[in-house]
Nanobody
Framework: VQLQASGGGLVEPGGSLRLSCAAS????????IAWVRQVSGLERDVVAC????????YYQNAVKDRFTVSRDNAKNTVYLQMNNLKPEDTAIYFC?????????????????????WGQGTLVTVSS
């Protein structure tokens, strides 16, 4: 199982970015996949995820209505569309996954519960 996150960069407040998480070794519609961010000096935090079961998506309150997670099964890639970015969204963004069948929505599971990680991509929101 391998994940490769990309798409980070510098963007002004109010701008948009789309992050990609390219998967190999498994199908993105067979595992829950989470987007996790780490603000400098703080712990990692799950901000969004997509469920293996039916593709349901879940979001942390801080990003709800601004971020959208989706997947393209043909490209075996999961995306995080980030709109109306704020300086507090500045962080390293990771995608994470594992093959555990979860009884609760994937957003309920802290980063420590995810086994496989991509390398992270830096998002900086600044004017």
């Amino acid at each position: 199982v391998q994940l490769q996150a990309s798409g980070g960069g510098l963007v002004e407040p109010g701008g948009s970015l789309r992050l990609s998480c390219a998967a190999s070794g498994f199908s993105v519609d067979s595992y829950d996949i989470a987007w996790v961010r780490q603000v400098s000096g703080l712990e990692r935090d799950v901000v969004a995820c997509i469920s293996r079961r039916d593709g349901s998506t879940y979001y942390q309150n801080a990003v709800k209505d601004r971020f959208t997670v989706s997947r393209d099964n043909a490209k075996n890639t999961v995306y995080l569309q980030m709109n109306n970015l704020k300086p507090e969204d500045t962080a390293i963004y990771f995608c994470a996954t594992d093959n555990i069948v979860r009884p609760r929505p994937c957003i309920a599971y802290a980063p420590v519960n995810w086994d496989y990680w991509g390398q992270g991509t830096l998002v900086t929101v600044s004017s």
